[in-house]
């Protein structure tokens, strides 16, 4: 067995370059070094900021950033609203003044204690009998002022006695209903709707109905009420 022995290197002339290998351009890639540090914004970026939190401050805020008043203010400035209220209703009421109530309440009560006293005046005035006209008078007169007392025996006596005298008329007043036409404390206007039953001997003694219209005039004097004029309709 023969050995081959190596050839040994040749020796470089001065001068020469080394023979470059076939990798020697190539250079054995690098791990890069990993960077824990989140990138950083470019100066001429705006961070926008983060939203508003719903549990946070900026939730108890109202228009304009400012605070929302909380429900207990509210609930104060609601009572205070109410007695605000209350007293200028108390203050409006004394300056109404208790006068004028107590006048109300006296047009409230001759409004309804006048009407009854005018259907009994007018059941007097309006109703006479040939034999008994004087009595008749002095009854109906009793439910009269005396101013009116006098207008109205003028009246009986030129015009009522003589013709039921001579036709020997009875007449009954029937009133049928009655309501108040304009009232005051003191005066009241009653309107009443008046039945008279008339038998005389111009109707050879059948009774002959008239449906009248009747206003009453009613004035209070002491505590009770008279009649101060009579209009017919």
Not at 40 to 67: F, H, I, K, L, M
Not at 182 to 203: E, F, G, I, K, M
Request: contains cysteine.
């Amino acid at each position: 067995m023969s050995s081959q022995n190596p050839r040994p290197p040749r020796r470089r002339i001065a001068g020469e370059r080394r023979p470059s290998r076939p990798d020697a351009g190539r250079s054995e890639p690098q791990d890069e070094p990993v960077s824990h540090e989140l990138p950083q914004p470019a100066p001429s970026e705006a961070v926008a900021p983060p939203p508003p939190s719903s549990d946070g401050p900026a939730a108890s805020c109202g228009t304009g950033g400012r605070p929302a008043p909380s429900w207990p203010f509210v609930a104060v400035l609601g009572v205070v609203a109410l007695v605000l209220v209350v007293t200028a209703g108390v203050l409006g009421l004394f300056t109404w003044s208790w006068s004028d109530v107590r006048t109300q309440d006296a047009v409230d009560q001759a409004t309804r204690t006048a009407p009854a006293a005018a259907e009994r005046a007018s059941a007097a005035i309006l109703s006479y009998g040939y034999s008994s006209l004087d009595a008749d008078e002095k009854a109906a007169e009793r439910y009269m002022t005396p101013g009116y007392r006098k207008k109205y025996a003028d009246t009986f006596d030129r015009l009522v006695k003589p013709n039921a005298t001579k036709l020997k008329a009875k007449v009954e007043a029937e009133v049928k209903a009655s309501g108040v036409a304009h009232a005051d404390a003191d005066r009241v206007n009653v309107l009443l709707y008046v039945n008279q039953t008339t038998r005389s001997t111009a109707n050879g003694g059948e009774p002959q109905v008239a449906l009248n219209r009747v206003q009453l005039s009613m004035v209070r004097s002491g505590g009770t009420w008279l009649v101060d004029d009579i209009t017919s309709y």
